[in-house]
């Protein structure tokens, strides 16, 4: 109990929080134990992000520049084949010898912000609609092209091809800004063998139909969470979960030593990431009295901020936060997944990685809060006003994707509220996983209160 109340730094608070908010024991919030985490080179880790070949296969280099016009902008001050590749992309070498240009991380963990590239961002202009990148049609065009003309560059970009033929067409979200990576992983895992990561074409694991929508979390929160994703159910090393994209590509398990041996440089520089801070005038008395309201009413969750911060590391039971639950359920409705990663090679060696499921979501750090809308696990709420008081959620709603705007008072995406569904673009929150209910305690603030608080979490 004394290291508990430790955790939260709020003993007083903190048992007046736990006598209103969780009134049982069945609603009581679970900490979350650390893990011990490797360490390596903030520098290094950089460097084999954003060139580095994690990814071994992709489409070759000279069909990538025929597709994608040259990128000048070169966030990533970049050299050689890199330079004019977009900053989303990497020119690798094939085992064969041959030059591909395969995706990268920052397709998810990067996004432009009124025109500066924020690493660790999470992308929310994606889209896996129907308009997505991974189509298997263009793959199968491509393979059939490749085989007769360049033997050597098929050979290169096979197994990309053949990952893409076999997933794509099951990857597609409802609307455009939300995320598909849980559902990616999924698919990829029912296809490799569990300890020799072998591919197969055809499934070894039933899939579910659904595809639950995410919203891709700051890098920046892991340097403070003892467990990954928002379930809190990432357990052990984090290296291992964040190299797993290479099961796009990944041949066997030797190849993922090779990969996985850079991964602690990796973790190093994200651990290292800071969020960009508020660059607009605040309002220092309002701030002050935000600070009060927020540890009155906040950080027993999200932890405190400034001098001596804190972070709980605290999940949520599915009684208390209310919110969509179809994320977390589908740990306990697809057993085989989850039975799949605790007997792979990731759960194996020196440093391994497990999944603990859990009913219900972790209340994450809120650092940066002000740049990462549209906010909960599905992106379902626009702005940090309707965040804090559910009853003014919309139902539908639509931002500008080509050109889009920013509200820093209210900080959020400039939304448009809409009376019904009207295809890709308008976010439908009726649909089963992106409901935006629940999260509701803030509903009980005055509207002065909650000003209050969004201009002090503008300061985090």
């Known amino acids: 109990m004394k290291k508990l109340l430790v955790i939260f730094g709020f003993a007083v608070l903190g048992l007046a929080f736990t006598s209103t908010i969780f009134p049982s024991a069945g609603e009581q919030p679970v900490p979350i134990p650390p893990s011990k985490q490797r360490t390596g080179d903030a520098e290094t880790g950089f460097t084999y992000l954003t060139t580095g070949d994690y990814l071994k296969s992709g489409i070759p280099l000279s069909y990538f520049r025929m597709m994608f016009r040259k990128n000048s902008a070169n966030y990533l001050k970049r050299e050689g084949e890199n330079k004019e590749i977009p900053y989303d992309y990497t020119a690798v070498r094939a085992t064969n ?19 500066k590239l924020i690493i660790g961002l999470g992308n929310s202009t994606v889209d896996f609609t129907q308009s997505q990148k991974l189509d298997p049609k263009n793959a199968a065009a491509a393979e059939k092209l490749l085989k007769n003309v360049d033997p050597k560059k098929y050979e290169a970009a096979e197994p990309f091809l053949r990952v893409v033929k076999a997933v794509g067409a099951k990857l597609t979200t409802q609307v455009r800004g939300v995320n598909i990576a849980d559902r990616l992983a999924a698919l990829l895992v029912s296809h490799r063998d569990p300890n020799t990561f072998r591919w197969s074409d055809s499934a070894l694991l039933q899939v579910p139909d659904e595809v639950i929508p995410t919203d891709v979390p700051p890098w920046w929160l892991l340097w403070k969470k003892n467990a990954m994703f928002y379930n809190g159910f990432g357990r052990g090393d984090f290296g291992r ?32 990431l800071r969020p960009p801070p508020y660059p607009k005038q605040l309002n220092k008395s309002l701030v002050k009295e935000g600070g009060v309201l927020f540890v009155r009413n906040c950080s027993k969750c999200h932890g405190s901020y400034g001098n001596g911060e804190k972070y709980p590391n605290l999940l949520i039971p599915e009684t208390v936060i209310r919110t969509d639950s179809l994320l977390f359920k589908s740990n306990y409705q697809s057993p085989q997944f989850v039975a799949w990663f605790n007997s792979s090679w990731f759960s194996q060696g020196d440093h391994p990685a497990r999944l603990e499921p859990f009913d219900g979501y972790i209340a994450p750090p809120l650092d940066g809060i002000w740049i990462t809308a549209p906010y909960l696990h599905n992106g379902s709420v626009p702005d940090l006003e309707t965040l804090l008081n559910s009853k003014e959620r919309p139902k539908y709603w639509s931002r500008d994707f080509d050109d889009p705007q920013y509200n820093y008072e209210d900080p959020g995406w400039k939304y448009q509220v809409r009376t019904a569904p009207e295809g890709t673009s308008v976010y439908n929150t009726t649909l089963p996983g992106y409901g935006n209910y629940g999260h509701t305690f803030g509903d009980k603030l005055s509207k002065r209160e909650r000003k209050a608080i969004i201009e002090y979490l503008k300061t985090l």
């Open 241 to 272: 979960f964040l190299m797993a994209s290479n099961l796009f590509t990944v041949n066997d398990t030797s190849e993922s030593r090779e990969v996985d041996s850079h991964f602690n440089d990796v973790l190093a520089y994200i651990q290292s």
């Open 97 to 115: 010898g041959e030059m591909v240009v395969a995706p990268n991380c920052l397709q998810c963990h990067a996004q432009v912000f009124d025109g």
